[in-house]
């Protein structure tokens, strides 16, 4: 009896110390001067890739003013990452290997490098496109790797917008939807994209409240209007590359069909709060945008041309040297 009680006690003053060291590193994490050793040290060089802890978060170096993320692709499933029980765990299949071929499509294109950053966990263990409560759950190492797609994601939009110089994100996703269309997220709601050009071109509070907020400020020979769905909007150029698109000229809402208008990475790195990064949420359809090589191919090849001609057309963005 007095012999358990001496091995209860040495177990519980082992535990007890063991719980003062967490607390003690989990202090020095938050409140040191330093930041936590979570992402490798740069200078990043173009073109190469580079990783979180365990490989979770990929980062492919860029010199181009374009950054493209996949935050629901990943595959990886460690055991020592609880599985979510706080949000939606589906997969967006085969956008990692999208965002690999639309790099790699820029690249071809325009000789320049865009930023990528790939979530490889699976979503059951991250959602890359959440408040840290909800994308992990509240795992610890989860948020790690949480802390690291935005780190990554921080040194990509200071590379590009160093010196007030202007920049384009897009985060990339897959839909399940019924219908076979890109869905554009510029954070406006289907009931805003149902109202008349008139009454979205009315003041500034829809382009205000979107994540080309700056785009539409500094384009002044436009609408507000025409720069969702007029026929140079990135939607009405999807469509004539042959993706069908919302919004665009001809898909002007989403009317009462499901839709995606956007979302946490979009609202964080866009310009809807202002500043000289502008994004939009695009939800792809599967078939013939992803599901294939030859797909992705045909996407990653059409984007590269329709950015440089938005970019170029909207604010004066030139993509090729
Ligand atoms: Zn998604």
Redesign the pocket.
């Known amino acids: 009896m007095s012999r358990s009680h001496e091995h209860d006690r040495a177990t519980n003053v082992r535990r007890a110390s063991a719980t003062r060291i967490v607390v003690v590193v989990l202090a020095a994490w938050a409140c040191g001067p330093q930041p936590p050793p979570i992402l490798p040290p740069g200078p990043y060089v173009p073109g190469q890739s580079y990783f979180s802890q365990h490989d979770y978060i990929e980062y492919i170096a860029g010199n181009a003013p374009v950054i493209f993320s996949a935050?629901?692709g990943g595959t990886l499933a460690p055991a020592d990452i609880a599985t979510r029980t706080c949000g939606t765990n589906t997969t967006?299949l085969n956008t990692e290997e999208l965002v690999r071929q639309m790099q790699q499509s820029f690249f071809n294109r325009t000789g320049r490098f865009p930023h990528v950053v790939i979530n490889r966990l699976s979503r059951s263990k991250l959602d890359a496109?959440r408040d840290v409560q909800e994308a992990t759950c509240g795992d610890a190492n989860a948020t790690a790797a949480w802390v690291a797609w935005h780190g990554f994601l921080d040194v990509a939009r200071q590379a590009v917008t160093a010196n007030g110089a202007r920049g384009w994100y897009m985060d990339m996703?897959?839909h399940g939807h019924a219908i076979q269309r890109l869905e554009i997220g510029y954070d406006l709601s289907a009931a805003t994209l149902a109202l008349s050009d008139a009454a979205l071109d009315a003041g500034t509070a829809f382009e205000d409240s979107s994540t080309i907020r700056t785009i539409s400020h500094d384009d002044t020979s436009r609408s507000f209007s025409a720069l969702l769905r007029g026929p140079t909007s990135l939607g009405a150029m999807y469509a004539a590359e042959g993706f069908r698109a919302v919004p665009s000229v001809t898909d002007r809402s989403p009317g009462g069909d499901p839709y995606f208008n956007g979302g946490f990475n979009v609202e964080r790195y866009g310009c809807r709060d202002g500043g000289t990064l502008c994004a939009v949420q695009i939800e792809t359809n599967l078939t013939g945008v992803r599901d294939d090589a030859a797909s992705r191919t045909r996407f990653g090849d059409a984007t590269a041309r329709i950015l440089e001609r938005y970019l170029a057309a909207h604010w004066g963005v030139q993509l090729t040297r």
Do not use: E, Q, S
């Open positions: 935050p629901h967006d496109n996703h897959g």
